[in-house]
Structures are given as C-alpha cells and as structure tokens.
C-alpha cells in the first residue's frame, strides 16, 4: 500500500504550458524530496524540503520550482514546459537518513 | 564528496542461476549504504540497507549484500535468481548527516532467462 502519492501518472502537454506535478505523503515525514530520472539514467535531485516553509535546491540545475506549505504536500511546478522537460519525475519522503526513502510512483511527463 | 559507481550497466543471468550486482562507494565518513530495485514504470521500492551493526544485511525477494569497508563495496547478492528478478537495481549512499540527501548511482539493468 503506497503511503506517498503521486499525480499525474503520465502526462503530455504542449510547450510553453504551467503545469503542477503532485506529491502527498501521508507518513508525516518531515523530509521530503524530487528527483529526475531519465530513461536508463541515474536519479538526480532537483529539490528536497525539510520542512515546512523549507526548500532547497538540489544538485541538477531545474528550471522547476517547489512549495511545501503543508507537511504532507510537496508539489513541483514548471511555469512553462519545454521538450527538455521531458523526464520521469520521482518524489521520495524519509523520516531519517538511516530508514531510508519511500518514492511514490513517480510522473512520465512528456512536452511536445 | 560522496558518490557511487555500479560496475556493468547491464547484467544478464538465467533463472536459477547466481545474481551479483557490484556496488563501490567512496565516502569520508561511515556511510549509509542502500540498494533499490525499480520496476518499469514504478518508482523505486528499498530492498537492504546498512547503517551500523551486521555488515552481511538480509533484504526482500531474498537479496543479500555486504558493506565491506576495506573494499569500499556493498554488493548485492541472491543465490538464485528468478524471472522476477528482472528489474533496475540502484545502489545509493548517504552521509547519515542531517542536510545531506541520498547520492545514487547509475542503476543496473538485470535480465534473467528461462
């Protein structure tokens, strides 16, 4: 049973389009984290929170900004998509480093 | 700085048949040491992890690995591979240190035949 959702599952979305990708955990974690993989790529990290009101970037430059208002709710918006956008987003949550992360299910964007 | 090198991108064994997936790290200090599997079009789900203690950890699906702090290695093991198996495996580190995220690396594609 998934405890970090992530929404859309897939989406494809013309250039030049905002678009938000959702994450909700509903574990209580305090740290929260987006990674982006490309296909057959290793994960880099884009944005993380350890918090509330806390956000930092991660060490793959983004265009992609983050919020994290609410505990539970991280979510990752791109004003304006572009093809280089095109990549698997996966959102991960941890109470502490030694317990590791839970990834949701991650989102394929696709911008044509 | 931290990081993980994963030797072969992509290994292929047949079904019943050992499975070795390498994992080195180089850290300055003790790490924490975890491998992921990711199905296709899944996110990643934890297999093992070692913090401290036993250095041969027992994970899920019946994977095993070893920190082996002289060798800089945790690499992961399962004496008999199914067609499940099949699946990308990542092997990630981290400093256990509050501000710092999971560095993971390339990934491992296995294949298992029948």
């Known amino acids: 049973e998934a405890d970090i959702y992530q929404t859309p599952r897939y989406l494809v979305i013309g250039t030049g389009k905002k678009i938000t990708l959702e994450c909700s955990q509903t574990?209580?974690?305090?740290?929260m984290y987006w990674y982006q993989q490309d296909p057959g790529m290793e994960l880099h990290l884009i944005h993380y929170?350890?918090?509330?009101?806390?956000?930092e970037k991660g060490d793959l430059s983004s265009e992609s900004t983050v919020s994290r208002i609410r505990t539970e709710h991280f979510p990752l918006t791109l004003e304006s998509a572009r093809p280089s956008h095109t990549s698997q987003y996966l959102c991960?949550?941890?109470?502490?480093?030694?317990?590791?992360?839970?990834f949701g299910s991650g989102t394929r964007l696709t911008v044509v | 700085a931290q990081s993980v090198t994963q030797l072969g991108s992509h290994v292929s064994v047949s079904e019943g048949a050992l499975v070795l997936l390498r994992c080195n790290y180089s850290?300055?200090?003790?790490?924490?040491l975890f491998w992921y599997v990711q199905y296709p079009n899944q996110g990643l789900q934890l297999l093992l992890k070692?913090?401290?203690?036993?250095?041969l950890v027992k994970g899920i699906n019946g994977f095993e690995a070893e920190f082996k702090k002289s060798e800089t290695s945790f690499h992961l093991t399962k004496p008999s591979a199914h067609m499940s198996d099949a699946a990308e495996y990542f092997c990630?580190?981290?400093?256990?240190?509050?501000?710092?995220?999971?560095?993971f690396g390339k990934g491992t594609t296995l294949s298992v035949s029948s």
């Open positions: 850290s300055s200090v003790p790490p924490y």
């Open positions: 990630a580190v981290s400093k256990g240190q509050a501000g710092t995220a999971l560095i």
């Open positions: 574990m209580g974690h305090d740290k």
């Open positions: 070692y913090t401290t203690g036993a250095t």
């Open positions: 929170s350890y918090g509330v009101n806390s956000t």
């Open positions: 991960a949550s941890s109470d502490r480093e030694a317990y590791g992360y839970t």
